[in-house]
């Protein structure tokens, strides 16, 4: 899937107290959020494919007007091609260990989440090329501190900027800000920052995004570097991403004082399976390494000896598996040099970067 990802357009519409249809300019194809006077403001619904948002309540009267960043314009670039549901996994599990779903000893909630836990293990083995998602966006041009103000930051660029988020002055000082109106960001900085210090903004990565593979930004593509490292965009071609207190993760680019495109391709993180008629993403002819895990597993909770047996099929059906994706990834062009985790492990902030 390759998308474009919108950060920060002010919606059309009245803001009257009276009217609750706001429109953008591009058709909707994911919300990721909206801001009514900086904040959060998710009492909202839209049709997919159209560029109307209804708000429950009116925008009071006088207010500035409602802001939004959100997916459009979605192509599909690689579709995985599989017919293999959760349903077939799980009953696929119950005739393995000669057990009905109804079971009082083998129970369906066990199998379930077993499966689960392993389907999203097998995506950390290979970024196959079919899981490789992307999305892209138009970076705002990087910019400067104009005077100083102790509660609000002014800046010099325009558009593009993240309705909230964070930014880092003169490549040192990490400062969060909550809103962002007319040049004005709503921050509070920790130190006095000097007039025309360099400011670089931080692009929150979607939910979706579980880890990011290769980042492009106007047809270069950028080196990951460890924030631990990281000393300065100036000039540079790296980039680098930090998780905040509040688990949000922030994607850190090259100081540009212009506009430029950035592309982000990356896995995605899968949602957990729950209905039986939900699609797993996994090629139909490896599908019985989650059936085969589940049953081991649960066999091995009851204390029943055939565990032995199906681990060893697990195993090797696994090995063929971890075979097949890396001659499928390693013999093309198709590798990507940085593969940073970044959900599910808390990446310490450092206010300094040596």
Do not use: H
Request: charged share 20%.
């Amino acid at each position: 899937m390759s998308a474009n990802y919108i950060y920060n357009e002010t919606l059309w519409g009245a803001t009257d107290g009276i009217n609750v249809t706001f429109t953008t300019l591009n058709n909707i194809q994911n919300i990721e959020e909206v801001y009514l006077w900086g904040a959060a403001y998710r009492d909202i619904s839209f049709v997919e494919w159209t560029n109307v948002i209804t708000f429950v309540d009116a925008p009071p009267n006088g207010a500035d007007s409602p802001t939004c960043d959100y997916f459009s314009d979605v192509t599909v670039v690689s579709s995985p091609t599989t017919d293999v549901t959760f349903g077939d996994v799980i009953d696929d599990t119950f005739e393995k260990i000669g057990a009905l779903r109804t079971s009082n000893v083998y129970l369906e909630d066990q199998i379930k989440r077993q499966i689960n836990k392993w389907f999203k293990r097998i995506k950390n083995i290979k970024a196959y090329k079919d899981q490789i998602l992307q999305y892209s966006f138009k970076k705002a041009e990087d910019s400067y501190a104009i005077g100083y103000a102790a509660t609000t930051i002014t800046v010099t660029a325009w558009t593009g900027v993240p309705s909230t988020g964070a930014i880092i002055l003169w490549d040192a000082s990490y400062v969060t800000y909550s809103s962002y109106v007319a040049w004005v960001m709503g921050a509070n900085a920790w130190y006095v920052y000097n007039n025309w210090d360099r400011v670089s903004f931080w692009y929150k990565l979607p939910t979706w995004v579980k880890r990011p593979a290769e980042i492009i930004m106007d047809r270069q593509v950028l080196k990951y570097v460890d924030n631990r490292e990281f000393i300065s965009t100036w000039g540079s071609y790296t980039y680098t991403i930090i998780q905040d207190a509040s688990w949000e993760i922030f994607l850190f680019l090259p100081f540009r004082a212009k506009e430029a495109t950035v592309t982000v391709k990356y896995t995605p993180e899968y949602d957990v399976l729950e209905l039986d008629a939900d699609i797993v993403n996994i090629m139909y002819e490896y599908s019985d390494v989650l059936s085969l895990y589940a049953a081991y597993n649960v066999l091995l909770l009851r204390e029943d000896d055939r565990w032995q047996a199906i681990k060893q099929e697990y195993i090797e059906l696994k090995k063929d598996m971890q075979s097949y994706l890396s001659r499928a990834v390693d013999w093309i062009n198709n590798k990507f040099r940085s593969t940073p985790l970044v959900r599910g492990a808390q990446t310490l902030l450092r206010s300094t970067f040596k």
